[in-house]
C-alpha cells in the first residue's frame, strides 16, 4: 500500500477517536487511559516515503495523598521501521512502572522501573524525536531501583539506586527495552561487548533563580555503574557527570547540557566501545566522550482556527557526542521543528538533520556512535501525530 493511500485510510481512524475515547476514571484517585499514534517518514535520497501506525499505549496512573504510581506499556511492530514483523506487539516494553510515597509535600519516594534523574528533566529538550543524548543512554533513561525527590525552597535534590536496567520486552533484537541501555550485542554488530549495568547511583540537585528576565533552574548531575562483562568475567565502570542550565523568559526558551561520559570496561575486543539497545536494535558506542545539547524554542501564544490549534511551539535543538578515540568521528544531531495540538491531537513536524547518527540519514547503525558512520549530513522529515486520552 502507497503512503498515500495510508494515510488516507489512518487519518479518518484516527480522527475518529476524537469523538469516541476518552480516559477512564476509576476512582478520584486512579485513572486509565493510553495512546495510539501514526508516524510519516520523508527521505528522497534513501527512497522512503512511509506512514503508518507508529504505536499503540496502554497506560494507568494513581494519586492520592500519601500513594502514587504509574505504568505505561507500549506496543510497536508490522509499520516502517518494524516492517519486518508480521503484527503489532511483535515489538513490545514497559517504560516505565513504579510506586510511590509521599512523606509530605516536599518529599516523595519512587520505587520501580523509573526514570533515572539525570540533567534535564524530563528529555534533554523540546524535540519528539530527542537528542543524541537519548542514543548514548543519558536521555529518557528508566531503571528498576528507587528514587529520592526532595524540594527545599529552590533547592531540588533527586537520588536513584537502580539494581539493573529496565527489563526485557519482546522483539527480534537483545535490545528490546524503551530506553538505550547497556546490552549484549546482536550477532550483526562487529566487534560487539555483551555487557549488563548493574549497582546504578544517580544524584541530581538543581537550584532554581531568577537571572534578569529569566525563571533559570542550573545544576549538575552525576552517574556511576558497574558493567559487569558476560565474556571475560571481568567488572568495568562507567562513570558520567554533566551539568545543565534552562531558562524560561515569556515565551522564550532556552535548554543547555554538557556532560562527560567514561566507560571502562573489560571487553573480550575492543574497550573503546560498549554496545547499546534499545527499541529492537543493539549498536556501539564510544567508550569516551562529551555530550553537548543546546536548545532554543518559542511558545507562540493564544489559540488558532476557531480554537482548535492551539500549544504551538517552534523549537531548533543541537546535539553533539565528541568521542575522545583517536579517529572516532564526532556524531551530531540538529532538528527544526514544530509542536501543537489540534484539538486532542498532539503533532510534532521536525526536519531532522544528521551526521554520524545512527538513526537519521541511512549512515552505518551499528558504528556511527562509536567510530563514525558516512562522517557527511544526511536530513529527513518526520512527523508523528498521537491522540492520547
Known sequence: MSALHLRHALL????????????VQVTDHLDVGGAIRARF????????????????????????????????????????????????????FAEYAWVGYKFDENRQLHVGLNKIPF????FFGSTFYETLGNVIG???????????????????????????????????????????????????????????ERQIAVARLAYAFKL??????????????????????????????????????????????????QMSPRNAGSDEHVTFGGYDGTYNVASRGNLYVGDLSYSVPGAF????????????????????????????????GTSFSVRKFYIALEWLNGR???????????DSLAQGGTDHWENQLYMNIGYYF
Open 12 to 23: 479518518p481512524a484516527l480522527l475518529t477517536l476524537s469523538a469516541t475515547t476518552q480516559a
Open 41 to 92: 517518514d520523508h527521505d528522497p535520497d534513501r527512497d522512503i516515503d512511509k506512514a503508518g501506525l507508529d504505536a499503540i499505549m496502554l497506560r494507568v496512573n494513581y494519586d492520592s495523598d500519601t500513594w502514587i504510581g504509574a505504568a505505561r506499556y507500549r506496543f510497536y511492530g508490522k509499520a516502517y521501521p518494524y516492517q519486518y514483523t508480521d503484527k503489532v506487539g511483535d515489538v513490545q
Open 119 to 122: 540533567g534535564l528533566q524530563p
Open 138 to 196: 543519558l536521555e529518557d533513561v528508566e531503571a528498576v531501583g528507587a528514587k529520592y525527590i526532595q524540594q527545599s525552597g529552590d533547592w531540588n535534590l533527586q537520588l536513584g539506586l537502580y539494581g539493573r536496567n529496565a527489563w526485557p520486552g519482546r522483539g527480534t533484537s537483545n535490545g528490546s527495552t524503551y530506553s538505550s541501555v547497556v546490552t549484549k550485542a546482536d550477532d550483526y554488530v562487529t566487534d560487539g561487548s555483551n555487557n549488563q
Open 212 to 261: 534578569g528576565g529569566w525563571q533559570s533552574e542550573a545544576g549538575i548531575s552525576g552517574l556511576t555503574s558497574r558493567l559487569e562483562n558476560r565474556d571475560t568475567n571481568d567488572d568495568g565502570r562507567r562513570n558520567v557527570v554533566g551539568v545543565h542550565y534552562l531558562g524560561q523568559n515569556g515565551p522564550w526558551g532556552i535548554q543547555a547540557l554538557a556532560a562527560r561520559q
Open 305 to 336: 482556527l476557531g480554537d482548535w490549534v492551539s500549544g504551538v511551539k517552534l523549537y531548533g535543538n543541537y546535539s553533539r557526542y565528541d568521542k575522545s578515540a583517536a579517529g572516532f568521528d564526532a556524531s551530531e544531531r540538529f532538528i527544526l
Open 356 to 366: 554520524n547518527d545512527p538513526y537519521i540519514g541511512g549512515s552505518s547503525y551499528t
